[in-house]
Nanobody
Framework: VQLQASGGGLVQAGGSLRLSCAASGRTFSAYVMGWFRQAPGKEREFVAAISRSGSMTYYTDFVKGRFTISRDNAKNTVRLQMNSLRPEDTAVYYC????????????????WGQGTLVTVSS
């Protein structure tokens, strides 16, 4: 299984970025997809997840209303649209794939991408 994340970069506070993650190696639609992030000196934390069909989405409180997760099962891709970015959103963002049990925990995912760095300047 390979997960290739892209789309990170440097953006000013209030700006937007869209992260993408391309998956290969197993049936994409059979797995929950998630985004986590890890800031320097901090543990990896849950950001958002989406069910296998895309009908259900999950967000952590600090991104609700600002971030949107979506998936395209025909293209084996999951995206994270990030709006109204804040300096505290600065982190390496990882996409993850798994059964999603539990959906908000690292333990719910068995494959991880390499991460893409998002830096939000004030």
């Amino acid at each position: 299984v390979q997960l290739q994340a892209s789309g990170g970069g440097l953006v000013q506070a209030g700006g937007s970025l869209r992260l993408s993650c391309a998956a290969s190696g197993r049936t994409f639609s059979a797995y929950v997809m998630g985004w986590f992030r890890q800031a320097p000196g901090k543990e990896r934390e849950f950001v958002a997840a989406i069910s296998r069909s895309g009908s259900m989405t999950y967000y952590t409180d600090f991104v609700k209303g600002r971030f949107t997760i979506s998936r395209d099962n025909a293209k084996n891709t999951v995206r994270l649209q990030m709006n109204s970015l804040r300096p505290e959103d600065t982190a390496v963002y990882y996409c993850a794939q798994g059964v999603g049990v539990p959906v908000r925990e690292v333990e719910g995912y068995d494959h991880w991408g390499q991460g893409t760095l998002v830096t939000v300047s004030s």
